[in-house]
């Protein structure tokens, strides 16, 4: 890990009691969902991290708790360091504070996470859908979300896959 | 068939002003058709007379689940979705992919396939930049900018045909190198290019640069400084055009990019008229690359040696019993990534093409998510239009060169 990185990571450490994982010289820091306002400002106004250059999710179902990682990908412009913040949310009606006080950046890209995942940002200014149509139920990129064909049904998995079938409810 | 709905302004009470609720503005749509939004983008302006109270951007039209439909599809085939992300800038899009699978699974990239890598993706900026001028010229009512620019654009996208066999979706660049290696007549067709473009660049210049006509249409216009830049997370041309010097080319080499010798264009206004002269010295300056790449080009193969990643050459699979196997495994199953996951972003046209890939131990990827540029920069725009005029706000749109398949993905 980069010296100047390492002393950032050590920070976050301290203050908030992060873990971290590290692969091919990319950090990511675990933070809980309470806490990432407060790394965020900490990071944007203490270490120059002027640009969120990336927020996304990733979905673990089946596995519920946690279910979701929301990914914040933090780029700093002085320094020319990069340092990935990841949230553990739980799938029961996930819940993360908005970002978008400390980046505005982050408004547009929950309003599209509400979308796609279904989690919530907790005092997002304008959480309208954007990306799908207004009468989209149901959010695309969660794993439990079928991909628009049918799976092909065989012999030895037909009753596996039908019961998972989406069957009109009576 | 759902019933549309009538829209009511209670949908958007939180985002016009005051004035909008008691009906003295106007609410106006502009677009999803309209020529000067380049696709389909939809904005409502609250207009109070012809100045531009409020702007409220709407998208998805052109949303088509990339990032869903690549998770069904092995690594290598998930790439063809790529080129339909941000359809000016394919080959980019093909590297930024393949960049993030390398890094990913640990694959080398012969130095033959970087410096070919880097002429292509070079020459397909000087060609995302020259649709860009072409059609901004348009916009504001020069029309033979359109003509001309095109007809060079043709020359490049006849060179990705000569490598490719296609003209724009061309996923030549693979995961671990090249489809195959350019062929003989590659040479030929980018030094003609290189010999000719200078004098058109000129002659763009001639056209524009001082025009008085255009210079009243753009200057002081659509003023984006810095500080508000890097909070809507702007990259690419529009950032550097507000006088913030990063360009992940120069900053984070990747491809090989640290042995050219090229400047990066910065200029401070951050109006209309500075992000214009950073694209037009853009175009000076990916040609420099392109020939310096070109004089350079060292010799050898342009696909990794790793056969368990990249498959073996046809000739070898008559004789050697591992090569069929693995040729077969890549072509049936494909390859196996690692549980874990990277982030890896490289210098678009448009800025920072970043691309997040995650890996759960099998042939497909778990999550693959864009961060394309033309989104956050188009999310500027409703900041930075407040006050000008309708015929501006065009003038602006043009200038943030975005591209809508690259925001709806």
């Given at each position: 890990m980069d010296k100047k990185l390492k002393k950032i990571v050590q920070d976050l450490q301290e203050k908030f009691g992060s873990s971290i994982e590290e692969f091919r010289d990319e950090v990511h820091v675990f933070v809980k969902p309470g806490q990432i306002v407060d790394v965020l400002t900490l990071l944007r106004d203490k270490h120059e991290f002027e640009l969120l250059s990336a927020q996304t999710a990733s979905d673990y179902w089946p596995q519920m708790s946690p279910r979701f990682h929301v990914i914040y990908q933090l780029t700093s412009l002085a320094k020319n360091l990069s340092v990935q913040l990841r949230v553990p949310v739980n799938g029961d009606q996930p819940k993360v504070p908005t970002a978008t006080r400390v980046y505005e950046v982050a408004n547009w890209r929950e309003r599209e996470l509400m979308d796609m995942f279904g989690i919530q940002f907790e005092g997002h200014p304008d959480p309208r859908k954007l990306?799908?149509?207004?009468?989209q139920e149901g959010h695309p990129l969660r794993k439990d979300f079928p991909l628009g064909y049918e799976e092909p049904q065989f012999t030895f998995n037909y009753e596996e896959i039908d019961l998972r079938k989406p069957y009109a409810k009576e | 068939m759902s019933q549309i709905e009538e829209v009511t302004i209670d949908q958007y009470k939180h985002l016009v002003s005051e004035r909008a609720l008691t009906g003295e503005t106007m609410l106006l749509n502009m677009g999803p058709q309209h020529p000067s939004t380049h696709g389909v983008l939809r904005l409502l302006l609250e207009l109070d007379g012809e100045v531009i109270v409020n702007a409220i951007p709407d998208i998805g039209y052109l949303h088509t689940g990339i990032e869903k439909n690549m998770e069904a599809k092995t690594y290598l085939k998930a790439?063809?979705?790529?080129?339909?992300?941000d359809y000016m800038n394919t080959v980019g899009n093909n590297l930024a992919y393949c960049m993030a699978v390398e890094k990913l699974v640990d694959l080398d990239v012969p130095e033959r396939a970087q410096s070919i890598r880097v002429i292509l993706t070079e020459l397909q900026r000087i060609a995302s930049h020259l649709v860009w001028i072409g059609t901004f010229g348009l916009d504001l009512a020069a029309m033979s900018m359109f003509l001309y620019a095109f007809r060079e654009r043709e020359a490049i996208l006849d060179i990705l045909e000569l490598c490719s066999?296609?003209?724009?979706?061309?996923?030549?660049?693979?995961?671990?190198?090249?489809w195959r290696d350019v062929p003989v007549e590659f040479e030929k067709a980018v030094r003609d290019f290189i010999k000719t473009f200078p004098k058109r660049i000129a002659e763009y210049e001639a056209l524009l640069t001082k025009n008085p006509l255009f210079l009243d249409r753009l200057l002081g216009i659509g003023k984006l400084d810095a500080a508000t830049a890097l909070q809507h997370g702007v990259t690419g041309p529009m950032l550097r055009a507000s006088g913030v010097d990063w360009d992940l080319r120069k900053v984070r080499p990747y491809m090989g990019y640290d042995q050219y010798d090229f400047n990066v264009p910065v200029a401070t206004e951050g109006d209309t008229y500075a992000r214009y002269i950073v694209r037009v010295q853009e175009l000076r300056e990916s040609l420099k690359i392109v020939e310096q790449a070109l004089n350079k080009l060292p010799m050898g193969p342009v696909r990794s040696e790793n056969r368990k990643f990249v498959a073996p050459p046809r000739s070898e699979i008559g004789v050697s019993m591992e090569a069929l196997i693995h040729h077969f495994k890549l072509w049936t199953e494909g390859f196996p990534a690692p549980k874990a996951s990277i982030y890896s972003a490289v210098e678009s046209p448009r800025g920072e093409l970043g691309v997040y890939l995650e890996g759960d131990g099998g042939p497909k990827p778990y999550r693959v998510h864009m961060r394309t540029p033309s989104f956050d920069n188009l999310s500027v725009v409703s900041k930075i239009v407040k006050g000008h005029l309708v015929a501006d706000l065009v003038a602006i749109l043009a200038s943030t060169d975005i591209v809508l398949g690259d925001i709806d993905r």
């Open positions: 990306l799908l149509p207004e009468d | 790439e063809v979705m790529t080129d339909r992300l066999g296609q003209r724009m979706m061309t996923t030549y660049i693979r995961p671990g190198g090249l």
